[in-house]
């Protein structure tokens, strides 16, 4: 995985980057105007980070809270340690119903576990019911945001990817249209299913209940439709009381998308009459963050996006150019715990504006956490380019001599040379920019010239 190498391809349209970029800008816009809204939003913050603080200082108590509750609402709940543990539950769940066909809603768990080319490759039907989701899952790709799956797809390509895929009119672009196209289609696949899995946005210890958030109403559909609901969730989604909920939904889709609140934020609290609810906590590394004091903050994350939307480095490179499922200031976070060869270049993947943590609704601090990831690895891999160009510039710096005869050698280049230092020597940062003009003289030759004498 090489983040500088995916974004330059995704770049190589500079038109659909362009685009990309403003269209993330416009709902980080959004977000902005509904955090204003609120006069107490700071507090709010506050108070989100604290409830997180809190429960990740318990977690095992409120995990057993949870369990023993949920059990008693009549939930059947397993615990998976790591990611095959999750989808071999999940399976065998399938499996002793007979499940053929699996209805999905929005679940970046499942994502991280790899669940749906599992299940395919057991003869199960996987439908993402997620409009976004939906879109990937037709043009065979995974999604680029978590919350917007397909937002680096534009209305022509969902146009010809439905016209190919679900026969709707060549060269259609309505999102209206396109969006009945995907209803219609979606429609018949929930009423064939036999089993529905959804994602858990907030779990509640003191209830054994959990809450499921989507704008489009497919999780209600596919729980309510189908006689087994299984709910992935990771063991960091719990919170301790129902009170806390107000705190949590507040600021959830207000940082996600700018809305007050999600169109759907469904409660569950046991099954149906006749029906199944299994809840499924999945650990896979997250324990071990927890024992981690420079990273545990990120279990704090509620995943509403905000951070991938004001990144000036996502905006311009695409989630797909993070190459894991979680992309952004904090897939760059979480990716290196998972493997830190593989993705050692996701850290350096951020200017380190701040911007990330701003906007962070349970005030994570994402990039000191990428600073923390720069360094582990900077201390691993030896001496970088940089520190070598360091302790090169410390060498010149400290011999006058050496300093002004180099002065004087990079003002003659930048006289004669311009074009071979912008061009060859630094060629992608001069690609797009170019080198100052060089003065005539050197500071200190205008300084022996124009220094007033006593
Ligand atoms: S790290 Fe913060 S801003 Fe980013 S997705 Fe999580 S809660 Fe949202």
């Known amino acids: 995985m090489n983040h500088p190498r995916a974004a330059a391809i995704f770049n190589n349209d500079r038109e659909k980057a362009q685009w990309h970029d403003e269209t993330l800008w416009l709902v980080r816009s959004k977000r902005d105007q509904a955090a204003q809204s609120v006069p107490e939003w700071e507090s709010l913050r506050e108070r989100a980070s604290q409830i997180k603080e809190h429960t990740l200082s318990r977690l095992d108590d409120y995990l057993t809270q949870f369990e023993t509750n949920a059990v008693a609402n009549g939930v059947i709940v397993h615990w998976a340690t790591d990611a095959d543990d999750h989808n071999r539950i999940v399976w065998e769940i399938l499996q002793k119903r007979g499940v053929k066909q699996l209805v999905k809603s929005k679940s970046m768990l499942t994502e991280e576990c790899h669940l749906n080319p599992y299940l395919i490759a057991r003869g199960i039907e996987v439908i993402d019911t997620d409009l976004g989701e939906r879109i990937v899952q037709l043009a065979g790709e995974t999604p680029s945001h978590i919350v917007m799956p397909a937002i680096h797809k534009r209305k022509e390509e969902v146009g010809d990817l439905f016209h190919s895929r679900l026969g709707s009119d060549a060269g259609a672009t309505d999102p209206a249209y396109l969006t009945g196209i995907a209803r219609t289609h979606l429609r018949s696949k929930f009423l064939a299913a036999d089993a529905a899995l959804t994602g858990v946005n907030f779990a509640v210890a003191e209830t054994g209940g959990f809450v499921v958030c989507t704008n489009e109403g497919n999780a209600d559909l596919g729980a309510h439709l189908t006689p087994v609901h299984i709910a992935s969730m990771g063991i960091e989604k719990l919170i301790p009381r129902a009170e806390d909920l107000g705190v949590f939904l507040r600021l959830l889709a207000r940082s996600a998308t700018g809305q007050d609140l999600t169109v759907y934020t469904s409660h569950f609290h046991g099954p149906r009459a006749g ?36 990144c000036p480095v996502y905006r311009r490179s695409g989630g797909h150019s993070y190459g894991w499922t979680v992309p952004g200031p904090l897939g760059s976070v979480l990716a290196p715990h998972v493997d830190i060869d593989s993705f050692s270049s996701l850290p350096f993947a951020s200017t380190l504006c701040g911007s990330c943590t701003d906007v962070c609704p ?40 050496i300093y002004r005869m180099a002065g004087w050698f990079a003002r003659w280049m930048l006289r004669h040379a311009r074009p071979v230092v912008s061009q060859t020597l630094l060629k992608s940062w001069g690609k797009s920019r170019d080198l100052p003009a060089a003065p005539h003289q050197s500071f200190r030759s205008w300084y022996l010239k124009n220094r007033e004498t006593p």
């Not at 029906?275 to 990120?298: C, M, P, T, Y």
């Not at 349970?362 to 690895?377: P, S």
């Open 362 to 401: 349970v005030k994570i601090d994402l990039h000191g956490q990428l600073y923390a990831w720069r360094q582990k690895i900077a201390s691993r891999d030896g001496a970088s380019g940089k520190s070598y160009a360091m302790r090169m510039l410390a060498f010149v710096l400290a011999r006058p001599t």
């Open 275 to 310: 029906a199944e609810l299994h809840i499924v906590l999945v650990d896979n590394g997250r324990s071990k963050r927890l024992g981690q004091k420079e990273f545990r903050d990120a279990l704090k994350c509620i995943r509403c996006g905000a951070c991938m939307n004001t």
